[in-house]
């Protein structure tokens, strides 16, 4: 039995039938290196045998009896694999951008909570323009992300595939036998072991037992939070608005080596700074091109993993979070990079990322649940500033090729969920020499989506012009565009301090 952490459990607390929390992404493989195109069955029994390289495959989530405690996982005992596969034969319209439609399409949905939380469509029939586009197929995949989270989601997905273009022999698959269930009194046992060391906990959990009450007292937290403060100083921008249930997911891919080749021009800078500066580019002209307003800088939230090298857990999120500004209301790009780069790592509110279950290990499931659903009753995103205009992860791939049976993997994209007041996030993950650029929007909110993969490649040409002509800078001068961002270690200690007070009051 393994209990969900905070931040997992979040995941199922903020999902909503317009908010699916889980991660995307939709391969796309030249089938001509085969002698025969890849069937539906011939996959199932491929992807049978390779169950156990990741056990929560075959794991549920069961809940703690009266919700003292997060969900935990458990081994399914009537896993069949046929609930979590489905078969799409493209027809006619079968290029890349009717897959694009047909995977916004299946991405929005939930995912059911009543079996493992992965679902994989697989796509027959795909047209990739190459000389034989017999036995080109596509796999669209749904990992919750209360399992994963973006750099374990490419760990799972390189597991699954192979490495070499010679197709290994499907062998049957390995014995499995389910761990019986937890009864209610072990899992309430361990829920009392882990009250035990978080003492802060009990008192909050016996405050919080009847909804009514916890409903209650988060309205009054929630209306004491110093919200108008100046630490929620991310700008207004068209992209924190609610969504709707609707999704679109669109990518660009440029090479990896310009990117490199920038990194190379301006020095002391990171290549996730390079990516960083790319997004605040194609944001910025997309913004112009809109008209919308540009006067305050974006401000972006940026995942770091923080998994030990040492002991590597193919699931779950081991990640804290970095909130940088994009310096967006510098009008040189390559200069603009140099920023983001002294923003993330010299200034010194960046010196530690920001766990992300700082303020979520205060609170209980039940209250944590509440909250989230209050987030949206309340329209707390519609009503104040938000902590954070859009979250762009970079995510590093495998530089060589990757197959299935035989089958290149030529092709990625990615998708990230949305969440209300957040209708645009940026994911790039590079994979073979190419790094792609993939924006999952919500097109009720962000309109035009297609602009944002037209103005890549501009952006992309106008940083490394940039950079050609862009001379040394002094430290001092990159500082200043960050001095606002130090108010958000106090903004954090402040909620803290009212999660407490409230606690303490009960």
Not at 2 to 13: G, I, K
Not at 43 to 71: A, K, N, T
Not at 78 to 87: G, K, N, Q, V
Not at 119 to 131: C, E, P, R
Request: proline letters at 8%; one cysteine or more.
């Amino acid at each position: 039995m393994r209990q969900l952490s905070e931040l997992d459990a979040s995941f199922l607390y903020l999902e909503s039938d317009t908010a699916p929390m889980h991660i995307g992404g939709i391969y796309l493989f030249d089938g001509s290196g085969r002698d025969e195109p890849l069937s539906y069955g011939t996959f199932i029994h491929y992807l049978e045998s390779r169950l156990h390289v990741v056990p929560f495959f075959r794991q549920r989530l069961r809940d703690i009896p009266f919700h003292l405690g997060h969900p935990h996982w458990i081994d399914d005992p009537d896993f069949s694999i046929e609930r979590h596969l489905a078969y799409v034969s493209m027809g006619r319209r079968n290029d890349c951008d009717s897959l694009m439609a047909l995977a916004s399409r299946i991405l929005q949905e939930p995912l059911k909570r009543d079996r493992p939380l992965w679902h994989i469509t697989f796509v027959d029939g795909l047209n990739l323009g190459n000389d034989d586009d017999n036995g080109n197929f596509a796999l669209i995949v749904r990992l919750h992300h209360s399992a994963i989270d973006a750099f374990s989601g490419e760990e799972i997905m390189g597991k699954l595939l192979e490495y070499t273009p010679e197709p290994h022999p499907i062998r049957p698959p390995q014995p499995w036998h389910p761990q019986p269930a937890p009864s209610d009194r072990r899992a309430l046992m361990q829920v009392g072991a882990n009250l035990a060391r978080k003492p802060l906990q009990i008192a909050s959990v016996t405050a919080s037992a009847m909804e009514a009450t916890a409903r209650g007292m988060i309205r009054r937290q929630l209306h004491r939070l110093p919200i108008s403060l100046p630490f929620f100083s991310a700008p207004y921008s068209p992209f924190n608005r609610q969504i709707t249930a609707n999704r679109r997911i669109l990518g660009k891919s440029v090479p990896l080596s310009r990117l490199k080749g920038i990194k190379a021009s301006l020095g002391d800078v990171t290549l996730n700074d390079v990516v960083l500066g790319l997004s605040a580019e194609v944001l910025r002209r997309y913004m112009a091109e809109h008209g919308m307003d540009q006067s305050r800088s974006l401000v972006a939230m940026t995942p770091v993993s923080v998994r030990s090298r040492s002991l590597r857990r193919p699931t779950g999120n081991q990640m804290s979070a970095m909130l940088l500004d994009l310096a967006t209301l510098e009008p040189n790009p390559a200069r603009r990079i140099r920023r983001i780069h002294w923003n993330a790592v010299a200034s010194e509110p960046y010196q530690e990322a920001i766990a992300a279950d700082r303020l979520t290990e205060l609170v209980p499931s039940t209250m944590l649940a509440l909250s989230a659903r209050l987030y949206s009753e309340l329209q707390l995103a519609q009503r104040y500033q938000p902590l954070f205009n859009v979250p762009i992860t970079n995510v590093p791939g495998p530089q060589e090729p990757l197959y299935l049976q035989g089958a290149r993997l030529v092709r990625q994209y990615n998708a990230a969920p949305l969440f209300d007041s957040m209708g645009l996030v940026v994911v790039a993950v590079s994979y073979e020499g190419q790094l792609t650029l993939n924006f999952t929007i919500c097109p009720d909110v962000v309109p035009d989506g297609e602009q944002l993969t037209g103005l890549v490649d501009e952006s992309l040409d106008a940083i490394e012009s940039a950079a050609m002509n862009l001379p040394a800078e002094s430290e001092p001068e990159l500082m200043e565009s960050s001095q606002d961002s130090s108010l958000l270690d106090d903004a954090l200690t402040a909620i803290e301090g009212v999660l407490r007070k409230g606690i303490r009051k009960r």
